[in-house]
């Protein structure tokens, strides 16, 4: 049996479009991140938080580890490509993403979106647009002359840094300097996997 807990309106999307796009059959449990501190839950992740994977007995948090987890066992040759060095570039771009980019993306959500209006702080948000600009580059660098970020083919690197950038278009920031990574957002978030998860609850 393979469960994952969490509401798509969460990091819990991102795994979500992994099961999605891997063919997985699956049961959501569309639990919000406010039940998360249940006694329930928290036997299954002691941090209280979502998402949670529970795969034929094993128990997986983090929605980076559960898509690791989850391209490795299911996605061989496909999310998953066989060779180390591709490996290591999936581990490389999916920390990336964690560390470069969403805690810049976050600053900009809480500080322009959810936030009280008297809480917000758009010098904050300004700065973190900025931010941004240096590993928007560094993408935009490694995605010339490719159609994904480890060449042809989509895989659960791209996968994991376009569900951590999915909030650019909300947040209606602009890629235009950086065409590359523009095109490349567009063509990972339009795949019919997400727009599938995108639908749930």
Same mark, same amino acid.
Not at 66 to 79: C, F, P, Q, S, V
Not at 151 to 176: C, E, H, R, Y
């Given at each position: 049996?393979?469960?994952?807990?969490?509401?798509?309106?969460?990091?819990?999307?991102?795994?979500?479009?992994?099961?999605?796009?891997?063919?997985v059959k699956y049961e959501h449990n569309p639990m919000p991140t406010t039940e998360a501190? %249940?006694?329930?839950?928290?036997?299954?992740?002691?941090?209280?938080?979502?998402?949670?994977?529970?795969?034929?007995? *094993? *128990?997986?948090?983090?929605?980076? =580890?559960?898509?690791?987890?989850?391209?490795? #066992?299911?996605?061989?040759?496909?999310?998953?490509?066989?060779?180390?060095?591709?490996?290591?570039?999936?581990?490389?771009?999916?920390?990336?993403?964690?560390?470069?980019?969403?805690?810049?993306?976050?600053?900009?959500?809480?500080?322009?979106?959810?936030?009280?209006?008297?809480?917000?702080?758009?010098?904050?948000?300004?700065?973190?647009?900025?931010?941004? #600009?240096?590993?928007?580059?560094?993408?935009?660098?490694?995605?010339k002359g490719k159609e994904y970020l480890l060449g042809k083919n989509f895989t659960i690197?791209?996968?994991?840094?376009? =569900?951590? !950038? %999915?909030?650019?278009? !909300?947040?209606?920031?602009?890629? %235009?300097?950086?065409?590359?990574?523009?095109?490349?957002?567009? #063509?990972?978030? %339009?795949?019919?996997?997400?727009?599938?998860?995108?639908?749930? #609850?």
């Amino acid at each position: 049996m393979t469960k994952l807990h969490g509401t798509s309106r969460s990091r819990s999307a991102r795994s979500l479009w992994a099961l999605e796009e891997l063919g997985v059959k699956y049961e959501h449990n569309p639990m919000p991140t406010t039940e998360a501190k %249940s006694p329930a839950h928290l036997k299954l992740n002691p941090n209280g938080h979502v998402p949670v994977l529970e795969d034929d007995g *094993v *128990v997986v948090w983090e929605s980076m =580890a559960i898509n690791l987890y989850l391209a490795e #066992k299911y996605g061989r040759n496909t999310l998953w490509p066989p060779e180390p060095a591709a490996h290591a570039d999936i581990y490389k771009w999916s920390f990336w993403a964690m560390t470069e980019v969403e805690p810049h993306l976050i600053t900009i959500l809480r500080n322009r979106v959810m936030n009280a209006p008297e809480n917000r702080d758009e010098k904050a948000a300004q700065a973190a647009v900025e931010a941004l #600009k240096a590993p928007f580059n560094a993408l935009e660098e490694s995605l010339k002359g490719k159609e994904y970020l480890l060449g042809k083919n989509f895989t659960i690197a791209d996968l994991n840094v376009a =569900a951590v !950038m %999915s909030w650019i278009p !909300m947040l209606k920031l602009d890629l %235009s300097s950086t065409p590359n990574v523009q095109a490349w957002l567009q #063509k990972c978030l %339009s795949r019919e996997a997400n727009k599938r998860v995108r639908a749930l #609850k």
